[in-house]
């Protein structure tokens, strides 16, 4: 491979393996911890083998027992190394054939390997003099539980892996879909090898060797092609070197591997997560919310208050004189309920009653709703992370529902612009009306006494001060009946503002309490999403 194809894979493998570390963060606390533990595994596996030599190859020889494993990595090697049995279990510990020493400790201490060895030159496979690391293993199915440790740990870090199979075992159920299987995503750093086809008689090795090749389509293998080798004959074997000596020379088997890495795990995530997307929060759930939550703390029952409170204030202001001193003993409602004020809020809670069984359950079912319209087509552990979400503050919602209440303006002392005019007209007739009786008070008492009454000035036959102590009544009559329709007309329109006010403040809780934690969950799932799309690119 080229250097600046290779380098394209570096550069790639760093943007995936960047997207697949923000896709397990993002994942913390919603997704499955044994899926996260897995990508973290492979993540740390990533950064190990990248900080260790890029200059060798590593390539693992995996096989069960009877394969003739062991025999055919000494024939690779041109060795005698490699322990050769009959009697399981045979190979028992990793053993490492070096070409090029120089660098390869701390990568062969990372894959804990303490049987290492210094290769010589072997046509087709070291012409060039290093950079490979042969690895014989353990076989794995091997009746030592430490053995296929040992073989499961190492394929999890291996640059490149050649499956042995012999004649008699190459269809094994168990080694397909507990070994080879689960590696198909890793077609491009696979080999695989069909030993002791000096079993079979010419005529067989053809068939054989298709069928083995369509049980690896089966499993997902279909672009690995087949070798047929004899390690006893030597046939394949020099085809075998030159296979692994070209994937050492390429320099890419390490960034290939990873990559495939990253694609399992990244799937791994996915079928964690599941897939689709959430609905997210529009304009009439966030109306939906606000009304259900205006209903649970009695909003109506303010506006109410409101409206009485304007009325009560529209008598005490303009109604009639003689009489509005009765509308004094009336207690104001809204002082009542500790809402009597205008401008900057002068208490911190309502008066109103603590929030009942029914009023929480409002509250709930609102939160509720809102949750799940908010998270409707997200996946399970996202579904249920944005719900719970929307619930994170519930416990203070009642208390900051009561406290946006206590501090919203009602511009509830705030007066109308009639009630000075309809007052000073009716001190006017009261006056008038007072001055009429005084009038005619006066003229009685000179009368009583015997004392000349002065002639008193009549319109159109009325006595002027009778009229006085009439029209001073009557208007004042009229002016209060008056305010009471101008009040009621008044009331319903402060009632509808105190509405829109008090809806604005609990709107901007459930904003605050409810909707922006619901969002950011949902901004965490897209995040997530764009971030494992990122790790498969």
Aim: proline share 4%; charged share 20%; net charge neutral.
């Amino acid at each position: 491979m080229s250097r600046h194809r290779l380098t394209r894979a570096e550069s790639t493998l760093d943007r995936q393996l960047v997207g697949l570390n923000q896709a397990r963060e993002l994942g913390e606390g919603r997704l499955d911890d044994g899926a996260l533990a897995q990508v973290y595994a492979v993540l740390e596996r990533a950064t190990s083998r990248r900080s260790l030599s890029a200059d060798h190859t590593v390539v693992g020889f995996f096989g069960a027992t009877g394969s003739g494993k062991s025999s055919l990595f000494n024939a690779v090697a041109a060795t005698d190394v490699a322990r050769v049995a009959v009697r399981r279990p045979t190979t028992s510990e990793p053993l490492a054939m070096v070409w090029g020493a120089e660098g390869s400790a701390p990568l062969l201490d990372w894959l804990e390997i303490a049987d290492r060895r210094e290769g010589d030159i072997v046509p087709g496979l070291s012409d060039d003099g290093g950079g490979l690391v042969l690895l014989d293993l353990p076989d794995f199915d091997s009746v030592q539980l430490s053995n296929r440790s040992i073989v499961e740990r190492l394929a999890g870090q291996v640059d490149v892996l050649v499956w042995v199979v012999d004649p008699q075992k190459y269809a094994d159920a168990t080694i397909h879909n507990d070994f080879i299987r689960p590696f198909s995503t890793h077609a491009s750093v696979t080999l695989v090898v069909l030993n002791q086809v000096d079993r079979l008689a010419i005529a067989e090795v053809k068939p054989v060797l298709e069928s083995l090749a369509a049980i690896l389509d089966h499993d997902g293998l279909g672009k690995v092609v087949v070798s047929g080798v004899s390690a006893v004959t030597g046939e394949g074997v020099l085809e075998l070197r030159r296979k692994i000596s070209a994937v050492v020379k390429a320099k890419a088997a390490k960034s290939a591997r990873l990559a495939a890495d990253v694609a399992v795990a990244a799937q791994q995530l996915s079928d964690a997560s599941g897939g689709g997307n959430a609905a997210g929060v529009h304009q009439q759930d966030r109306k939906a919310l606000a009304a259900g939550l205006a209903n649970a703390v009695h909003v109506e029952t303010v506006v109410t208050a409101v409206q009485s409170s304007y009325r009560l204030e529209a008598t005490k202001k303009t109604g009639w004189p003689v009489t509005r001193w009765l509308s004094r003993l009336r207690k104001d409602p809204l002082r009542r309920l500790s809402l009597r004020r205008g401008g900057a809020s002068e208490v911190n809670r309502t008066s109103m009653p603590p929030p009942g069984s029914a009023e929480l359950a409002q509250v709930d079912s609102s939160v509720r709703d809102f949750g799940d319209a908010a998270s409707l087509g997200a996946p399970g552990p996202w579904r249920a992370s944005i719900r719970a979400a929307a619930r994170s503050n519930r416990a203070a919602l009642p208390d900051a529902l009561d406290q946006a209440m206590a501090g919203t303006d009602l511009k509830a002392n705030t007066r109308a612009w009639w009630w000075p005019v309809f007052g000073l007209i009716q001190w006017f007739a009261l006056l008038v009306a007072v001055g009429g009786l005084v009038w005619l008070g006066t003229l009685a008492v000179l009368g009583y006494f015997q004392l000349p009454v002065p002639d008193v000035p009549q319109v159109e036959g009325w006595p002027l001060p009778t009229l006085m102590v009439l029209a001073g009544v009557v208007l004042g009559i009229f002016l209060a009946v008056t305010s009471k329709f101008l009040a009621l007309a008044g009331s319903k329109s402060r009632g509808a503002q105190a509405r829109r006010r008090l809806r604005a403040s609990i709107a901007a809780v459930s904003n605050q309490l409810i909707i922006l934690p619901t969002e950011a969950e949902i901004d965490q799932y897209r995040e997530f999403q764009e971030a494992l799309n990122l790790a498969r690119t």
